[in-house]
């Protein structure tokens, strides 16, 4: 995707939380926290894993070379919101 082209924010449904703006030119989690959901956090970097989720629908992309997740994570669907940028609307649980 063209970031040039790219909306100012997608739709990301929080299960069983709700429903928020996930802007594209921020990590997920940021929007999350902007949308009054009180998601799990720590580190903010991709290592601690406080934040770890699964998105069932939908997909990110990381600004990191290696977001903290084993490729059976990533392969499950797993993210890390605090590093994660919103390529698509999405829908995200809690792990």
Do not use: H
Not at 54 to 71: C, D, F, H, K
Not at 85 to 91: A, G, I, N, V
């Amino acid at each position: 995707m063209d970031l040039k082209e790219t909306p100012l924010f997608f739709t990301a449904l929080i299960e069983p939380e709700g429903q928020v703006d996930a802007w594209t030119k921020q990590p997920l989690l940021l929007s999350l926290e902007q949308g009054g959901i009180d998601w799990p956090s720590s580190c903010r970097n991709g290592t601690c894993r406080t934040c770890i989720s699964q998105l069932t629908s939908g997909e990110v992309r990381y600004e990191i070379e290696w977001p903290g997740l084993s490729a059976e994570e990533k392969a499950e669907g797993c993210i890390l919101p605090c590093v994660a940028f919103p390529c698509s609307d999405l829908t995200l649980k809690a792990y």
